[in-house]
């Protein structure tokens, strides 16, 4: 009896595993999995568990900001190096300092179970001054997993925080439909799923699958690729922008000579457009944050 027991037990097993490689669309062997635990609910990235004590300062904007930019109440710097939490449990899938605009990144993969589908989602921690997990490191809902940066001094101090159902994007975003095809919308998917049915048994999950095409259910598609050069030709070098100019002179990555008094005159004009674009933009943020699209039921 024990025996028969044992033999339903394994073949239970093969069907999962063959099921969920199939929902993901990959070979076996192809692409590593690892197994985690399923998601029990999800929680606010920062002012743990509610958000408590911040608040977005820019929401989501199809086909420009894919997250939304969490900032303590206080403002300016005063959440810098504050908490940053693992929305559920997971597995990171991608922590690097990538520099750019995205600085320190920290990607955590997650499973949850949704009308009785395995579905997977990557949470998104950008902009961080310190991350204290590695890649492959398992993290419990609540868990630490950085703090707040401010991109090496690029931006004010905040968190911008994403949630993609393509498990293949990664960083390059760009390659792939900015809207609802590909991402969630963070505040209304967790609000949505803030306590789901605790499960024990543990899921595989692709890890190491980015930009491979690893099928994920309800997922948009990969733009279609750029032009290329001809082969051999160098790249076309455009003039530095004078705005980027001083953020890359600021952080020690460029190097120029003494301005003259001309450009000094020039720099005091583009600070005063700059600011007044600012105060535009910050109206304008407060607007979308208070207008977010909603995410349709799928």
Same mark, same amino acid.
């Given at each position: ?68 930019? %969490?900032?303590? &109440? ?27 605009? %995205? ?8 499973? #949850? ?69 590909? #991402? ?22 692709? &890890? ?9 259910? #309800? ?57 007044? %674009?600012?105060? %535009? ?18």
């Amino acid at each position: 009896m024990r025996h028969l027991v044992s033999r339903h037990l394994l073949l239970a097993a093969i069907l999962v595993t063959a099921t969920t490689s199939r929902l993901l669309g990959v070979a076996e062997g192809v692409i590593p999995t690892t197994e985690i635990r399923l998601a029990d609910g999800f929680d606010f990235p920062v002012g743990k568990p509610d958000g408590a004590n911040y608040y977005r300062f820019r929401g989501f904007i199809r086909g420009d900001h894919m997250g939304e930019d %969490w900032n303590g &109440i206080a403002g300016g710097n005063n959440d810098l190096g504050k908490p940053v939490y693992a929305i559920a449990h997971g597995v990171v899938v991608y922590s690097k300092d990538y520099r750019s605009n %995205w600085g320190n990144v920290i990607i955590v993969r997650h499973a #949850y179970r949704e009308k009785g589908t395995i579905r997977y989602i990557d949470s998104l921690y950008g902009h961080l001054n310190e991350r204290i997990v590695t890649t492959g490191t398992q993290v419990s809902r609540g868990q630490k997993i950085g703090t707040i940066g401010t991109n090496h001094g690029m931006y004010v101090a905040h968190l911008h925080f994403e949630i993609r159902k393509n498990i293949n994007i990664a960083l390059k975003h760009r390659d792939y439909a900015m809207d609802f095809s590909n #991402y969630h919308r963070p505040a209304q998917f967790i609000s949505e799923r803030r306590v789901l049915m605790p499960e024990h048994p543990r899921q595989p999950v692709p &890890i190491d699958c980015f930009g491979m095409g690893v099928k994920n259910l #309800y997922e948009g598609t990969r733009l279609p690729a750029l032009p290329q050069l001809p082969f051999d030709q160098p790249l076309p070098r455009p003039a530095m922008n004078p705005v980027l100019r001083d953020i890359l002179v600021r952080n020690g990555i460029y190097e120029r000579t003494a301005p003259s008094q001309i450009e000094k005159e020039q720099a005091e004009e583009r600070n005063k457009i700059l600011n007044q %674009w600012r105060t %535009w933009r910050r109206q304008q943020m407060d607007k979308e944050v208070n207008n977010d699209p909603v995410e349709p039921k799928q």
